[in-house]
């Protein structure tokens, strides 16, 4: 009885009244403290991933937590889900609710999934630009979760049980508030005469990859005779031998999901799959006449309003885009230059709020495995504010592209058009992180750049339209026209 008694105290930190969630709801009194919840969260969990693990996850967190504070990704989406909660929040607000006023204040959004379902959640919230946007935890639940593991929450699929679960909330009460950048991605080309340049997904267009969709012929960013993309990145964009392998992987998952129900499983078929695209052996396999200097320009841009040209190595086969120290399984592509490094080329660790991404390159699978030594590192390209990628007619039809896990074949020029890849900064996000984080500030006391950070440009470029700082994840949230503003501090 104790036991049991000791278990409601600790939950009640995170329950929220059904009132403040639900609109017109009565107010309870029983089971809520004056004050609120000290730590109030919102979990979102798709229930498809990590085989059976998603399903049993959402059964849990509904048993321990109130039901209106859990929702099923397959069933309702997020941006839903916060516009309708936020705008209630917003009117007891008004109403001089305080427990809704400390929820606001305090509330933590829990995801679980794989690094794409965490990555819609963020495009979410960064589009709905809350006034107080809620820090978010990740839970393991795919194949690689680079994210959780950046942050401190692991990369093995956890617990579905009460106390797995328990344990989990109560890292999230501890869990510390990190900001990130957030990164826009556009991608334009021309339409045409024949053949189609659409991206193409695995089979079907995953979930997770609805902030990466066409603009509508409205949209600001759209332009006469080119189909336009756009969505946004957390983690990495990348390009080649790996998105190439995830692809592979992605469309035999959705031809046979009853063969990939664990994460070892997943793993296991991961690396068949590396070796049986020819990836350890790419120069008999893979023409150099395909690989990425042959395929694009790139231009980077390291100082504001200052564009240059990169030069990539013949040999690179694969290049990635790295915000978070966490690719592949939780392995650091850029590693930690020595001070030779950071003084003769100007480069400095990965931290991940410097709005900065690393460029890195590999030539091969092989060159992937240096990743497993200690002070192992993929070939260092640059480091960059924005990153622009064009391609012409060369002797590819297609490549292969991968934001946050989520790969697709990209169909290229074959006339004398260019299709533009051009990744900008865009901003932040607040991240919660364990004390075990791999991730590092640059705000950080003991970082030596700390004092050197530059501030962000997203809003210098008056050319820049509004709707190039969004990712189209959701509409911007909009107080309720009922809800009186000159009430609202």
């Known amino acids: 009885m104790a036991s049991q008694t000791s278990d409601g105290n600790f939950m009640r930190n995170f329950w929220i009244p059904v009132h403040v969630l639900v609109p017109e709801s009565a107010v309870e009194s029983s089971d809520i403290d004056v004050d609120g919840p000290e730590c109030p969260v919102l979990v979102f969990v798709n229930s498809k991933s990590g085989g059976q693990l998603g399903g049993d996850l959402l059964k849990t967190y509904r048993a321990l937590l109130k039901e209106s504070q859990v929702f099923d990704l397959g069933e309702e989406a997020p941006n839903r889900v916060l516009s309708r909660i936020y705008a209630n929040l917003e009117n007891l607000k008004l109403q001089g609710d305080q427990i809704a006023i400390k929820v606001m204040e305090k509330l933590r959004l829990i995801v679980a999934g794989g690094d794409g379902t965490a990555g819609w959640l963020l495009g979410v919230v960064c589009d709905l630009q809350l006034s107080r946007p809620p820090p978010i935890a990740t839970v393991p ?234 002070n192992g590192h993929g070939t260092r390209l640059a480091q960059a504010h924005r990153i622009r990628f064009e391609f012409h007619k060369g002797a590819a039809d297609h490549t292969f592209m991968r934001i946050d896990g989520e790969p697709w074949k990209q169909p290229l020029p074959v006339d004398d058009d260019t299709v533009l890849v051009e990744i900008s900064h865009h901003g932040q996000v607040n991240m919660l992180a364990t004390h075990e984080s791999k991730s590092k500030s640059v705000n950080d006391p003991s970082s030596p750049h700390h004092h050197d950070v530059e501030e962000d440009d997203s809003d210098d470029e008056e050319s820049k339209a509004d709707e190039f700082r969004k990712f189209g994840a959701a509409e911007t949230f909009k107080i309720p026209d009922e809800v009186d503003l000159a009430h609202l501090s």
């Open 141 to 374: 639940l795919g194949t690689g979760n680079n994210l959780p593991f950046a942050f401190g929450w692991g990369k093995k699929n956890p617990g579905t049980d009460e106390q797995s679960v328990k344990s989990f909330l109560n890292q999230v009460m501890k869990a510390q508030e990190m900001k990130i950048d957030n990164w826009h991605i556009l991608m334009r080309m021309r339409i045409p005469e024949k053949g189609a340049c659409d991206p193409i997904p695995p089979l079907e267009l995953p979930h997770s990859l609805h902030a990466f969709h066409r603009v509508s012929e409205a949209d600001e960013l759209s332009m006469e005779g080119c189909h336009t993309f756009r969505g946004g990145f957390w983690n990495y964009f990348s390009m080649g031998m790996d998105a190439q392998i995830s692809y592979a992987f992605h469309s035999e998952r959705k031809l046979h999901p009853e063969k990939f129900k664990n994460q070892l499983v997943n793993q296991s078929t991961y690396a068949k799959l590396g070796c049986t695209q020819g990836w350890f052996f790419a120069p008999l396999f893979h023409p150099p006449s395909r690989n990425l200097a042959h395929l694009a320009k790139v231009k980077i841009m390291k100082r504001h309003g200052h564009w240059e040209d990169l030069s990539i190595p013949s040999s690179i086969r694969s290049i990635v885009c790295l915000n978070l120290p966490s690719f592949s399984g939780g392995l650091n592509p850029w590693g930690t230059p020595n001070k030779h490094k950071r003084r003769d080329r100007d480069l400095t660790p990965p931290y991940v709020d410097d709005g900065l991404l690393e460029v890195v390159g590999f030539r091969d699978a092989w060159h992937g495995l240096v990743l497993l030594s200690p």
